[in-house]
């Protein structure tokens, strides 16, 4: 199985603040990857798809980029609506896609 | 409107069994491929099932054997049958849609998900 390890795991920051969270793959992952955002008590959000695609509806100020093993996705300027938990998805060993750990951003 | 509603949770004992429905609206479910994930309290995303539209099914090794997929196209509704529950099963289930169908084999995610029904197994 691929594996995603995501870091931080938590991450304490102020709104404005331009924060970035990093997922790193076991094994060459090509750009077959999304980030999801969940808030308390809901289904996750689409956020990014092919490593750096904004979903449709999502705020220009999420942005992802990366291939192969490494991938950020990157907050330029953090609103209260984004505190949350992300999560990165594998998808390039369909169908058993595998997903990163999370990173719990929480507001300093 | 395009969404998602699962139904069926609730608690069950070690070694009982469950169905878990999705019903899909603004969609058709056997055009998609349709996926089950779990989520444990207070832990992060487990990928449980998929079924394709093709009809092929596959399963997460922990799953394997005791869960089957399967839909029902003249109700739109995707299903998750659970048998041999245990203690571990235990978690939130989110049925989703994976755009595989819509925009090809390289630019696919999760991108519906239902709002989550919620799995207790427990004695």
């Known amino acids: 199985d691929i594996q995603l390890t995501q870091s931080p795991s938590f991450l304490s920051a102020s709104v404005g603040d331009r924060v970035t969270i990093t997922c790193r793959a076991s094994?060459?992952?090509?750009?077959?990857l999304a980030w999801y955002q969940q808030k308390p008590g809901k289904a996750p959000k689409l956020l990014i798809y092919a490593a750096s695609t904004l979903q449709s509806g999502v705020p220009s100020r999420f942005s992802g980029s990366g291939s192969g093993t490494e991938f950020t996705l990157t907050i330029s300027s953090l609103q209260p609506e984004d505190f949350a938990t992300y999560y990165c998805?594998?998808?390039?060993?369909?169908?058993?896609?595998?997903f990163g750990q999370g990173t719990r951003l929480e507001i300093k | 409107e395009v969404q998602l509603v699962e139904s069926g949770g609730g608690l069950v004992q070690p070694g009982g069994s469950l169905r878990l429905s999705c019903a899909a609206s603004g969609f058709t479910v056997s055009s998609n491929y349709m996926s089950w994930v779990r989520q444990a309290p207070g832990k992060g995303l487990e990928w449980v099932s998929v079924?394709?539209?093709?009809?092929?099914?596959y399963y997460a090794d922990s799953v394997k054997g005791r869960f089957t997929i399967s839909r029902d196209n003249s109700k739109n509704t995707l299903y998750l049958q659970m048998n041999s529950l245990r203690a571990e099963d235990t978690a939130v289930y989110y049925c989703?849609?994976?755009?595989?169908?819509?925009?090809?084999?390289?630019?696919?995610?999760?991108?519906?998900w239902g709002q989550g029904t919620m799995v207790t197994v427990s004695s």
């Open positions: 079924i394709y539209s093709g009809g092929s099914t």
């Open positions: 998805q594998q998808l390039y060993s369909y169908p058993s896609i595998t």
């Open positions: 989703a849609r994976d755009n595989k169908a819509i925009v090809g084999a390289t630019r696919n995610a999760y991108d519906i």
């Open positions: 094994q060459g992952i090509s750009s077959y």
